[in-house]
């Protein structure tokens, strides 16, 4: 059994930080790509950003210039750093991640329980 918990979310002015944290724990052999998702209220889950085990990054072009994502291998954790905060990015953001439990085992994406980010203008 995988899980992943995330953290760090809240209510912060615009042109504030904020920085989410998601911990996976359980039966990890491998952890694929990471990424960081997010639903405002009445829309569709979005893509925000992906991070490979390798380090390598992808950005909607709505956070480029904003966000940054990091991940810390060693403690199966990926990390978002949001600057620049708008009352836009507003929504329940959701950390993912393809995980593998055994080794020669499929992997399957996981999902956290979500975090609330609140951006007041």
């Known amino acids: 059994q995988v899980q992943l918990v995330e953290s760090g979310g809240g209510l912060v002015q615009a042109g504030g930080s904020l920085r989410l944290s998601c911990t996976a724990s359980g039966s990890i052999f491998s952890i694929f790509v990471m990424a960081w998702h997010r639903q405002a209220p009445g829309k569709q889950r979005e893509l925000v950003t992906t991070i490979t085990s390798g380090g390598r990054v992808y950005y909607a072009d709505s956070v480029k210039g904003r966000f940054t994502v990091s991940r810390d291998n060693a403690k199966n954790t990926v990390y978002l750093q949001m600057n620049s905060l708008k009352p836009e990015d507003t929504s329940v953001y959701y950390c993912?991640?393809?995980?593998?439990?055994?080794?020669?085992?499929?992997?399957?994406?996981?999902w956290g329980q979500g975090t609330q980010v609140t951006v007041s203008s």
């Open positions: 993912n991640a393809n995980i593998q439990s055994a080794m020669s085992g499929p992997s399957y994406d996981y």
